[in-house]
């Protein structure tokens, strides 16, 4: 059984770090994509960031979040989202998900993404 376990949300003042991290088990996700994906009260679930396999795998950014945000991966069964000066607008449940089979074309959307955490909380005061 494929298990996403995110962990490292909580309360920040804005222009505040924060680390959040994202253990898998139960299969090794090697060389598919994985993602951070993050969903405020009364809003869609928006794409984060996404890295395509473990070993200096490509990247992506929504707009909102480059130059600010970093997503790496240090194996095949762990993924971060280093988050740097954090604004009240991120605040939201933040899901880790990674795809089972290879979709290039849908990296950016959470209906191409086969398994999900149970999501962080992510609060940025200001």
């Given amino acids: 059984q494929v298990q996403l376990v995110e962990s490292g949300g909580g309360l920040v003042q804005a222009g ?5 991290s994202c253990a ?10 994985m993602g951070w994906f993050r ?3 009364g ?6 960031a996404a890295i395509v396999g473990w070993d200096n ?31 009240s607008e991120d605040t939201a449940v933040y899901y880790c998900a990674a795809q089972g089979a290879a979709r290039p074309l849908m990296r950016t959307q959470a209906r191409g ?14």
């Fill in 24 to 33: 898998a088990s139960g299969r090794t996700f090697n060389s598919w994509t």
């Fill in 113 to 126: 993404y086969d398994y999900w955490g149970q999501g962080t909380q992510v609060t940025v005061s200001s």
């Fill in 16 to 20: 505040g770090s924060l680390r959040l």
């Fill in 43 to 48: 809003k869609e679930r928006e794409f984060v």
């Fill in 39 to 41: 969903q405020a009260p």
């Fill in 57 to 87: 795998g490509s990247t992506y950014y929504a707009d909102s979040v480059k130059g600010r945000f970093s997503i790496f991966r240090n194996n095949a069964e762990n993924m971060y989202l280093q988050m740097n000066s954090l604004k």
